[in-house]
C-alpha cells in the first residue's frame, strides 16, 4: 500500500484526535515483538457529483473487527456504531475530499519481553488519501504462490491478525518478483484459498464458485457483497466448494475481491489465459455495480454506505446504514 504519510494528519489514538507525528508506540510493545494486533481496512469513496464522502459498510467491519479482536482477547471497548461516528468524525477533521482508506488497529500494548499475553491493550484508527491499490482495469496476471496459507488451527486467516500477514507479504513479495501482479495462496489440503490480500471467484459453467470460509480464508466483507449483487442483481447461482488449483486454468472468468483491490479481474494465471485472456461480462459488470453501490446510487443497496458530508451535520447513522448484509 503506497500512500504519502502526512505527519499533520489527524489520527485516534487511544481515545484522542492528534496528528500523527503523536501517535507513537514503544519499541517493547507486545505487538511489534509477537504479532498481537488485529487490524480492518475501510474504504471511502468520493462523489464529486454530490460533493460527500461515502463509507463502505463501516459498521459491517467495524463488527468484524470486535469479533476478530475477542480470537486475541484483545478488547475495543466502543460498540461499532460508534467506532463509525469516530470514523465519521476523523474524516471532518481532516476534510478529506478523495477517496479514502481507513486502517483500525488494535494491539497488545504491555511494553515487555515475554509471549504470553495480558489484558492491556489499545487501538487506534488512521484514515489515509488512498486511489487504486492494484491498477486491474485490463486485468491482472496471477501466479499460484509456493507458500501455503496458513491454517485455522496455526493462525485464524478468517481474522486480519497482524501476525499472520507475513504469510501475505511473503507470498505478495514473491509475486511481484516473479512478475505476477497478485499471488493466490493454496491451503495446506491443495485447494484455492484466497490472493494475499483478497478472495477469490471463479466463473465456470454458468457458476459463480468461491471457497468456503471453512477453507482458511478470510471472511471477506466485499465477498458477501459481491455474492449479493450476483444473486440479486445477475441472477447467477453462487456456490461455495473447493477449487483445484487446475480449475483456474480452465474457468471462464476470474475475479479478486477485497475493500482495497476492489473487485480485480484476472485474465492470466500462471502464464495461462483465463478464456480468451480478455476481462469477462460477469467480471466487468459486478465492477460496475460494486463501485456504484459504493457510491451510494443503487437504492436497494443503499444501506451498505453512510454518507460523510463535507459540513458538520449528524452523520446518517440510521437504522439502515446500521443493518447488517449477508446472503
Ligand atoms: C487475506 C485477505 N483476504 C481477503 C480480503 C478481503 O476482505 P474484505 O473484502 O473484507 O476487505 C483481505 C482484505 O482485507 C485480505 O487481507
Not at 482458511?216 to 483445484?244: K, S, Y
Not at 486454468?249 to 494465471?269: H, K, S, W
Not at 454506505?305 to 449528524?314: F, N, R, T
Amino acid at each position: 500500500m503506497k500512500t504519502e504519510t502526512n505527519p499533520d494528519l489527524i489520527v485516534y489514538f487511544r481515545g484522542e484526535y492528534v496528528p500523527l507525528r503523536e501517535a507513537r508506540v514503544g519499541i517493547l510493545t507486545h505487538a511489534l515483538h509477537y504479532g498481537t494486533g488485529v487490524f480492518e481496512g475501510i474504504r471511502g469513496y468520493w462523489d464529486d457529483a454530490g460533493q460527500q464522502l461515502f463509507l463502505m459498510r463501516p459498521v459491517d467491519h467495524y463488527r468484524r473487527w470486535r469479533q476478530n479482536c475477542g480470537i486475541l482477547r484483545i478488547s475495543v471497548p466502543p460498540p461499532a456504531e460508534q467506532l463509525a461516528e469516530i470514523t465519521v468524525e476523523l474524516i471532518r477533521r481532516n476534510a478529506f475530499r478523495t477517496d479514502i482508506y481507513v486502517r483500525p488497529i488494535a494491539w497488545k500494548c504491555a511494553e515487555r519481553i515475554g509471549v504470553s499475553t495480558d489484558d492491556e491493550d489499545a487501538f487506534a484508527i488512521v484514515a489515509l488519501p488512498f486511489g487504486e491499490y492494484l491498477p486491474s482495469d485490463n486485468g491482472l496476471h496471477a501466479g499460484i504462490s509456493s507458500w501455503r496459507r496458513i491454517d485455522d488451527n496455526a493462525i485464524p486467516a478468517r481474522a486480519k491478525i497482524c501476525g499472520a500477514y507475513v504469510n501475505s507479504a511473503l507470498a505478495s513479495d514473491d509475486a511481484r518478483r516473479e512478475g505476477f501482479d497478485e499471488a493466490i495462496l493454496l491451503n495446506e489440503s491443495g485447494h484455492v484459498a484466497e490472493g494475499a490480500t483478497c478472495n477469490l471467484f471463479m466463473l465456470r459453467k454458468g457458476k459463480l464458485i468461491t471457497p468456503p470460509v471453512t477453507e482458511n480464508v478470510l471472511e471477506g466483507i466485499t465477498r458477501d457483497t459481491i455474492m449479493t449483487l450476483a444473486q440479486l442483481e445477475l441472477a447467477l447461482h453462487v456456490v461455495e466448494r473447493p477449487i483445484d488449483r487446475s480449475e483456474l486454468y480452465i474457468c471462464d472468468e476470474l475475479f479478486l475481491t477485497g475493500t482495497a483491490v476492489g473487485i480485480a479481474p484476472v485474465v492470466r494465471v500462471d502464464h495461462r489465459p483465463v478464456k480468451d485472456g480478455s476481462v469477462g461480462t460477469v467480471s466487468r459488470d459486478l465492477r460496475r455495480m460494486y463501485s456504484d453501490a459504493a457510491l451510494g446510487r443503487l437504492s436497494a443497496y443503499r444501506k451498505w454506505v453512510l454518507p460523510v458530508g463535507s459540513e458538520k451535520q449528524e452523520p446518517e447513522l440510521h437504522a439502515a446504514s446500521l443493518a447488517e448484509t449477508t446472503v
